[in-house]
């Protein structure tokens, strides 16, 4: 067997007793922003890192070798989402349809206009404020935790995480239309929630 | 007469229903320029759907700035970090 080395040519990857120490912080990280969850989270590194040990002879040296681990984690994590899809069932959109808009006037002139008493309110908030910022923060995690966990999970992962669209639509395997749909609904109800948790207080 | 004229302002005017959608959806990938023009016009006259798409941006501004400072936060546990180097090295061994 041929020890992998830093510096030989023949393996361009590193020793893979290595790897927790290089790698694990950003694995773990990234696994831990669609999970939510640290064993779980943790799991994925560990499943990510032997499937990388056994199939290091496939690796093509074009990507880096954090990439390519990434590359890995990733069908981990699609993996993880479809077992538990069965259970949560993420991509149900029929229940997040929004033809029972309440916000909005639905019939006569004024239709599609917003109902008097769901007109948003003016927040005064700092954004620049520490303060204001960190009370605004726990406001909208407690919103966050009230909602359904589906929408909760497309909110944080596109508004906290800044997960790329796409990106969000393979992993989760939910389709762009049903994302669409989810995200503007997520929103809504959050803004709803923040409005009367804490601005009117 | 009165129908003629609504299906007239709503061909130009989106109602405000219709552009908490757009405002959503632009914060996601950008918009046809039809619908962008419809989104601006509609936002620079209704105080209500400009509210919401500031307030939206707002609760995305604020959470990622808190969530930044938590990232530094995420690494793995010293327990878990030994766990999976003893699971590699035990793979490595048999390969």
């Known amino acids: 067997m041929i020890k992998p080395d830093n510096l030989s040519k023949q393996s361009p990857l590193s020793d893979p007793g290595e790897w927790v120490e290089k790698h694990g912080d950003a694995l773990f990280g990234y696994a831990f922003r669609y999970v939510s969850d640290r064993t779980i989270a943790e799991d994925l590194v560990q499943e990510t890192l032997l499937a990388a040990l056994k199939g ?10 954090q990439t390519w681990l990434i590359g890995i984690l990733k069908n981990k994590v699609v993996d993880h989402y479809r077992k538990a899809g069965r259970e949560t069932q993420l991509d149900r959109p029929e229940q997040f349809s929004d033809s029972d808009d309440s916000d909005y006037i639905s019939t006569g002139p004024d239709i599609g206009s917003w109902q008097p008493q769901r007109r948003p309110a003016a927040w005064s908030v700092d954004p620049n404020d520490p303060i204001e910022q960190k009370q605004f923060w726990d406001h909208l995690h407690r919103c966050l935790e009230g909602l359904d966990k589906r929408l909760a ?29 989810m995200l503007h609904r997520a929103r809504k109800l959050l803004r709803r929630c923040l409005e009367t948790e804490w601005i009117e207080n | 007469m ?94």
């Open chain 2, 2 to 95: 009165m129908k003629i004229m609504m299906r007239l302002t709503n061909r130009f005017l989106p109602s405000c229903e219709e552009v908490s959608h757009l405002t959503s959806q632009e914060m996601d990938e950008s918009l046809p320029w039809r619908q962008r023009l419809r989104l601006r016009l509609h936002l620079r006259m209704c105080v209500w759907c400009r509210r919401n798409a500031e307030q939206l941006q707002l609760m995305k501004d604020m959470a990622r700035g808190q969530a930044v400072s938590q990232d530094k936060q995420i690494k793995l546990s010293s327990d878990a970090r030994k766990r999976i180097s003893r699971s590699i090295e035990k793979k490595k061994d048999q390969s």
């Open chain 1, 153 to 181: 999970k497309v909110y944080s992962l596109r508004e906290i995480e800044e997960v790329d669209y796409k990106e969000v639509c393979n992993v989760l395997a939910v389709t762009p239309t049903n994302l669409r749909v």
């Open chain 1, 56 to 65: 290091r002879a496939s690796y093509s040296g074009v990507s880096s070798e």
